[in-house]
C-alpha cells in the first residue's frame, strides 16, 4: 500500500455552469444523428479505463516535456519523476495481471529516463526503449477496440482540457507553482492532434467556434516558458473558459455525454460504487488494483464533486480526502487537500506537547497510518461516500 500526502485540484464551481452550457451544444447532435437518443456516456462506462489511459497518456506528455526542455530545472524533474508513480500507479495492477515481466521491465525503464535526465546522459535513447514499452503497455491494459472509439477519444480530450495537470489547471497553478505551466504547453500540443483527426465531423459553426478557442489558448501558452503574469496581466482562470468551451464543441461533435458532474447524485452514486469494487481489490490482496480504482474515484471526485463539497460539508470532504491519501498518491485532484493535511499535523504535534509531562521529550516517531493496509481504509472510504450520496439529496 501506498501512503500520501494528496495534493488536490479543485475545478471551480463556476466549471459546473459552463458545463451545463455545454449541454445545450451536445444537444444539436447525438450518436445517432437524432435530437434527444440517449447519448454515450464514457466517464460512466469507461471510468477506470480512462484513468488508465490518463496515466499512460501523462507518461507520454512527460516524456515530451523532457524533449521540449531538454535540460530539465528542479521543478520540471519532480514532475517528470511522477512517471513511476502515481501515473505508472494508475494502471499498473492491471499491467501486473496481465503481464508480470512486462510490469517490472517498464517499472524499471521508467526509473532509468528519470536517472538519464537528471544524469543528462543516454536520454534520447532511454526515452526510445520507454515508448516502445508504453505501446506494448497500451495494447495490454486498454482494449484496442476502446482505443478507437472516437467518444473514448473524446473523453479523453476533455480530460486533456480540464482534469487536473490539463490545459486550464496548468495555467491556473502556473500562477503559485510557475513550471507547471509545462503540462499545459504539452497538452495543448496534443489537443491539436486530436481536434485535427476530429475536426472533419464538425459542421462550420463547430469548426469555427473550436478554431477560436483554439487561437485563445495558443496566445496563453504563446511561449515554452512561463510568462509573465504581470506583465501580461494574466489571471489564474483565463485558460478555464476557452477549454471549457472546446470541451463543450468536442461532447457536441461526437454526441456524448462528457460533463459527468452534471448530476452529482448519480455521480456520487457511481463513484461510491467504484469504491466498492476497490475494497474487494484490496480484500484479495491486489492493493494495485485497489489502487487504480482509487485513482479513478479521485480524478472524478476532485474534478466534478469536491468543490460542492467542501463549501457544504467541509468536515466531510477533509474525511473523504484524508482517507484517500491513506490509500494512494493522488496529486492535483482537490484544492487544498496538502495544506490541511499540513494544518492536522501541526494541530496534532500540538496537542501531543501539551499533553507531556513536565520535562519529557515527544517522541514522534509515528509513521501516521503507515500499519494500515488497504482492505482497512477503504471499507471507511466507502462509508463517508455513502453519507456524502446522502447529503447531496440522494
Same mark, same amino acid.
Given at each position: ?37 440517449? +447519448? ?23 516524456? &515530451? ?16 519523476? +511522477? ?45 526510445? +526503449? ?38 486550464? $489547471? ?57 510568462? #509573465? ?46 469504491? +466498492? ?8 490482496? #491486489? ?60 494541530? &496534532? ?18 509513521? $501516521? ?26
Amino acid at each position: 500500500m501506498q501512503r500520501s500526502s494528496i495534493l488536490v485540484r479543485t475545478v471551480a464551481v463556476g466549471m459546473i455552469a459552463v458545463g451545463a452550457a455545454a449541454a445545450a451544444i451536445a444537444q444539436v447532435r447525438t450518436a445517432d444523428g437524432g435530437a434527444g437518443a440517449a +447519448k454515450p456516456e464514457p466517464f460512466y462506462e469507461h471510468t477506470v479505463d480512462l484513468s488508465r489511459a490518463f496515466g499512460l497518456g501523462m507518461i507520454e506528455r512527460r516524456l &515530451r516535456i523532457i524533449e521540449t526542455y531538454e535540460t530539465l530545472n528542479f521543478e520540471l524533474h519532480i514532475q517528470v519523476a +511522477k512517471m513511476a508513480t502515481v501515473d505508472f500507479q494508475r494502471f499498473g495492477g492491471s499491467l501486473r495481471l496481465k503481464d508480470q515481466a512486462l510490469h517490472d521491465e517498464m517499472f524499471i525503464a521508467l526509473w532509468h529516463v528519470i536517472q538519464s535526465t537528471q544524469a543528462g546522459k543516454e536520454v534520447p535513447a532511454a526515452i526510445a +526503449k520507454m515508448r516502445g514499452l508504453l505501446a506494448r503497455a497500451t495494447e495490454l491494459v486498454l482494449d484496442p477496440a476502446l482505443q478507437k472509439d472516437e467518444v473514448f477519444r473524446a473523453a479523453q480530450t476533455a480530460d486533456l482540457l480540464i482534469a487536473g495537470d490539463g490545459i486550464a $489547471e496548468a495555467f491556473e497553478e502556473m500562477f503559485v507553482e510557475p513550471w507547471e505551466y509545462a503540462n499545459g504547453v504539452v497538452a495543448l500540443r496534443r489537443i491539436k492532434e486530436q481536434w485535427a483527426a476530429l475536426a472533419p465531423r464538425a459542421d462550420e459553426t463547430a469548426r469555427a467556434e473550436a478554431q477560436a478557442a483554439l487561437a485563445a489558448l495558443d496566445d496563453l501558452y504563446r511561449t515554452t516558458t512561463p510568462p #509573465d503574469v504581470r506583465e501580461r496581466r494574466l489571471t489564474p482562470e483565463e485558460a478555464e473558459a476557452p477549454a471549457q468551451r472546446l470541451a463543450g464543441i468536442v461532447e457536441g461533435v461526437v454526441g456524448a455525454d462528457l460533463f459527468p458532474g452534471r448530476d452529482f447524485v448519480r455521480l456520487a452514486k457511481h463513484l461510491h460504487a467504484l469504491t +466498492k469494487q476497490a475494497c474487494l481489490a484490496y480484500d484479495n490482496g #491486489d492493493d494495485d488494483v485497489g489502487d487504480e480504482y482509487i485513482y479513478a474515484v479521485g480524478h472524478h471526485y476532485g474534478t466534478q464533486l469536491s468543490a460542492f463539497m467542501e463549501l457544504t460539508e467541509p468536515q466531510l470532504a477533509a474525511g473523504i480526502v484524508e482517507l484517500m491519501g491513506m490509500l494512494v498518491t493522488v496529486d492535483d485532484l482537490v484544492e487544498g487537500a496538502e495544506k490541511a493535511e499540513e494544518e492536522r499535523e501541526r494541530q &496534532r504535534l500540538a496537542a501531543a506537547l501539551a499533553a507531556l509531562p513536565p520535562g519529557q521529550m515527544l517522541d514522534d516517531d509515528d509513521d $501516521e497510518n503507515g500499519g494500515n493496509p488497504g482492505w482497512v481504509i477503504c471499507p471507511d472510504l466507502e462509508f463517508l461516500l455513502e453519507i456524502a450520496i446522502g447529503k447531496l439529496g440522494g
